[in-house]
């Protein structure tokens, strides 16, 4: 069963930094299936960051130049290391695994961006 751990998330002052974690089980890890999310209540799940099977990166624009994605083969964990952060990138954050059997969601981290 592939399961999706997303921790790190909390509260931080405009200007702060937070890093996310997603640890995957039960699932052939690659870092070139994973991408993060977020949802603002009510606004529709966006993209934040992904990477792609050729190792680029992709960014929403809302985030370039502060938020990066990284991963680690070994542990089985994709990052979002997320800097410069303002009151609008507040919302519930989710990692997404894409597989040959579809795509598995972790429960998703808040973050809040408030002074």
């Known amino acids: 069963q592939v399961q999706l751990v997303e921790s790190g998330g909390g509260l931080v002052q405009p200007g702060g930094s937070l890093r996310l974690s997603c640890a995957v089980s039960?699932?052939?890890?690659?870092?070139?299936?994973m991408g993060w999310y977020r949802q603002a209540p009510g606004n529709q799940r966006e993209l934040v960051a992904a990477i792609t099977n050729s190792g680029g990166r992709n960014y929403a624009d809302s985030v370039k130049g502060r938020f990066t994605i990284s991963g680690d083969n070994a542990k089985n964990t994709v990052y979002l290391q997320m800097n410069k952060l303002k009151p609008e990138d507040t919302a519930v954050y989710y990692c997404r695994h894409s597989t040959s059997q579809g795509d598995y969601w972790g429960q998703g981290t808040q973050v809040t961006v408030s002074s």
């Open positions: 039960g699932s052939i890890f690659s870092i070139a299936s």
